[in-house]
């Protein structure tokens, strides 16, 4: 049974400023926001706006911007924060949707997404491919350096499968004992995008895509979640929020409007104790050119 909290949730949007409208960038794909001595920090896709779709995707064009905040409303940028990749690497067009997780160590672990070479063609009518890979840092403002010359986890390549063509937007969390990785999955005859997951015993991998369906059918174009109570609760971009109580069977729950590439601040996202307590607030995008702004909401557990 989905919790009261999130079949009644109301959303209200305020601005997040110093990553709002009108200064000429382009920002996206907020990422999971940390508490790190004190100060909030989010990194997301940050690229300068007027740009074609072919110079944001040439080499290292767009990049992965950290800002600190010392309240969730003003937020001060600090840059780009990953090296730039090698040329010819799988990942040097259009690294985004990145996602951090912190180990025991103090360490910091930069999920991100990126496409190989269109090789000239029609990105309206074959989406390009979209792998998830890892970099890491001693520091959460970088540089973070790549973790290896693949990929941590790419598409199927079995056109059957919800994911043959593309997976991106990252989120993990911590649960029974090993990381989930969700992502977001596409095949190549629809635009349609679905919610997929794998996991691992280790931060950094292997990540194994343990079931063949989505675990989610609705239209997930992001895979924002966080533990909630004894299950994980999700934003579905298109209109409402989600929860499972198992991590794989999802439903839906409220309408909250549109949630555009979401992202929460979740304190105890990798704490794996089994009882989630829930969310008051995030990051989301809007606008053209695109922007963030800050979302709350009362999806604390009680």
């Not at 010392?70 to 730039?84: C, F, S």
């Not at 160590?105 to 890979?133: C, M, W």
């Not at 909250?256 to 794996?272: E, M, T």
Request: include cysteine.
């Amino acid at each position: 049974m989905i919790p009261t909290e999130l079949r009644t949730a109301h959303i209200t949007r305020t601005p997040a400023h110093g990553l709002g409208e009108g200064d000429g960038v382009v920002r996206w794909d907020p990422s999971n926001i940390l508490q790190i001595d004190g100060r909030y920090h989010v990194w997301y896709s940050h690229v300068r706006a007027g740009l074609h779709r072919d110079e944001v995707h040439a080499p290292n064009v767009l990049e992965i911007w950290m800002a600190t905040s010392e309240d969730g409303h003003h937020w001060t940028e600090h840059g780009n924060v990953i090296a730039p990749s090698p040329n010819g690497a799988w990942h040097e067009r259009g690294k985004h949707a990145p996602h951090m997780v912190p180990d025991d160590d103090g360490r910091y672990y930069l999920f991100f997404s990126a496409q190989t070479d269109l090789h000239g063609r029609n990105v309206f009518l074959i989406p390009p491919e979209k792998h998830i890979g890892l970099a890491v840092s001693d520091r959460p403002e970088g540089p973070f350096e790549y973790i290896c010359e693949d990929p941590i986890l790419s598409p199927s390549r079995e056109p059957e499968r919800f994911d043959h063509i593309l997976m991106d937007d990252p989120c993990i969390i911590r649960r029974d004992g090993k990381y989930w990785l969700y992502y977001k999955g596409r095949s190549s005859d629809t635009s349609q995008c679905w919610l997929g997951v794998a996991t691992s015993e280790e931060v950094a991998g292997p990540f194994v895509k343990p079931q063949k369906e989505p675990v989610c059918y609705a239209d997930w174009h992001t895979g924002c979640v966080w533990p909630h109570r004894e299950g994980v609760a999700g934003v579905v971009d298109r209109n409402c929020l989600a929860y499972s109580k198992d991590g794989l069977d999802f439903q839906l729950g409220a309408e909250v409007g549109h949630l555009l590439d979401a992202s929460v601040y979740c304190p105890d996202a990798f704490d794996d104790d089994g009882v989630g307590k829930g969310i008051s607030w995030g990051l989301a995008q809007q606008g053209d050119p695109v922007y963030l702004y800050r979302w709350e909401a009362a999806l604390r557990a009680s």
